[in-house]
């Protein structure tokens, strides 16, 4: 099984700051890596997919990158609406989530 | 607008059964494959089995293969997941999730339901 890591958790940064979580997966797995959103309550949400595309209506402030092993997600601008916990999903075999970052509002 | 909506779970002794249902609507159910998706409390999501879009290829994580059975009546606009030899450990919330990219299952989860709780316990 290919296993995520993903730091930091938890993240607690200010509105307006710029923030990166960070996924890692334990062999190479391309690009085949998305990220979700979870919100208290609420189903995952889909916010990146193939590493670096946003779907159709998250803001243009998410943006992930990253290919191989090494993937990142990127808040350019924290809103208190982003207040939630970040999964990564690798597809490469069979799905296998990450661990979550839970972030937080300074 | 994509609608996805569970329904089945509840309260279950350890190896007992349960069957959920999924009830689509707002896309062409048939042109898409579908998953199950669990989470039990305060953990991350969990993978647990997929199907291809006309009922063809069906996958199950190590976990719950030989004990959940993944299907699908296209007619219907349905998704199930019968669930067999329930354990503790399957306590969880259900989500059943569309793909994203068509019949084929790629495993990227683009729509989820609400959720179906399942409580496995005596």
């Known amino acids: 099984d290919i296993q995520m890591t993903q730091s930091p958790s938890p993240l607690s940064a200010s509105v307006g700051d710029r923030v990166t979580i960070t996924c890692q997966a334990s062999?190479?797995?391309?690009?085949?890596l998305n990220w979700y959103q979870q919100k208290p309550g609420k189903a995952p949400k889909l916010l990146i997919y193939d590493a670096s595309n946003l779907q159709t209506g998250v803001p243009s402030r998410f943006s992930g990158s990253g290919s191989g092993t090494d993937f990142s997600l990127t808040i350019s601008s924290l809103q208190p609406e982003d207040v939630a916990t970040y999964y990564c999903?690798?597809?490469?075999?069979?799905?296998?989530f990450g661990p979550g970052t839970k972030v937080e509002i300074k | 607008e994509v609608q996805l909506l569970e329904s089945g779970g509840g309260l279950v002794q350890p190896g007992g059964s349960l069957r959920l249902s999924c009830a689509a609507s707002?896309?062409?159910?048939?042109?898409?494959?579908m998953s199950w998706v669990r989470q039990a409390p305060g953990k991350g999501p969990e993978w647990v089995s997929g199907?291809?879009?006309?009922?063809?290829?069906?996958y199950y994580a190590d976990s719950v293969k030989g004990r959940f059975t993944i299907s699908r009546d296209n007619s219907k606009k349905t998704l199930y997941l019968q669930m067999n030899s329930l354990r503790d450990e399957d306590t969880a919330v259900y989500y059943c999730?569309?793909?994203?990219?068509?019949?084929?299952?790629?495993?990227?989860?683009?729509?989820w339901g609400q959720g179906s709780l399942v409580i496995v316990s005596s």
């Open positions: 199907i291809g879009g006309s009922g063809g290829g069906t």
């Open positions: 062999q190479d797995i391309s690009n085949y």
């Open positions: 999903q690798q597809y490469d075999s069979l799905p296998f």
């Open positions: 707002g896309f062409t159910f048939f042109n898409y494959a």
């Open positions: 999730a569309k793909e994203r990219y068509g019949v084929v299952v790629v495993n990227t989860f683009e729509y």
